[in-house]
């Protein structure tokens, strides 16, 4: 089993920027994919970015490329997505998704995902 937990969120004007964290714990969470997936009011839920387990391989999707990274921390089990230059059609719910396999998360079947931190951009 794994735990995630997403942090960081909340209330920012556009231009601005948020880091989101994703603590992960159990059994070796830092042998697991992960990555960010975010779910707008009346929207489905989009991937954002996901990376391999030991960071040597990452995907960002075009809409944030250039203004979002990804990275992670496996001392701490802890998964990053750096969002800079917020616009309001980044408001949305984000959400940590983990699995085994770096392309089940990209394919948004994750086994495990965390609860979700909002964030909302002010125009």
């Known amino acids: 089993q794994v735990q995630l937990v997403e942090s960081g969120g909340g209330l920012v004007q556009a231009g601005g920027s948020l880091r989101l964290s994703c603590a992960a714990s159990?059994?070796?969470?830092?042998?697991?994919?992960m990555g960010w997936f975010r779910q707008a009011p009346g929207k489905q839920r989009e991937l954002i970015a996901v990376i391999s387990s030991l960071g040597g391989r990452t995907l960002i999707v075009d809409s944030v490329k250039g203004r979002f990274t990804i990275s992670r921390d496996n001392g701490k089990n802890t998964v990053f997505l750096q969002m800079n230059s917020l616009k309001p059609e980044d408001t949305a719910a984000y959400y940590c998704?983990?699995?085994?396999?770096?392309?089940?998360?990209?394919?948004?079947?994750?086994?495990?995902w965390g609860q979700g931190t909002q964030v909302t951009i002010s125009s």
């Open positions: 159990g059994r070796a969470a830092s042998s697991y994919a």
């Open positions: 998704a983990a699995d085994r396999i770096f392309a089940t998360v990209v394919n948004g079947r994750g086994e495990y």
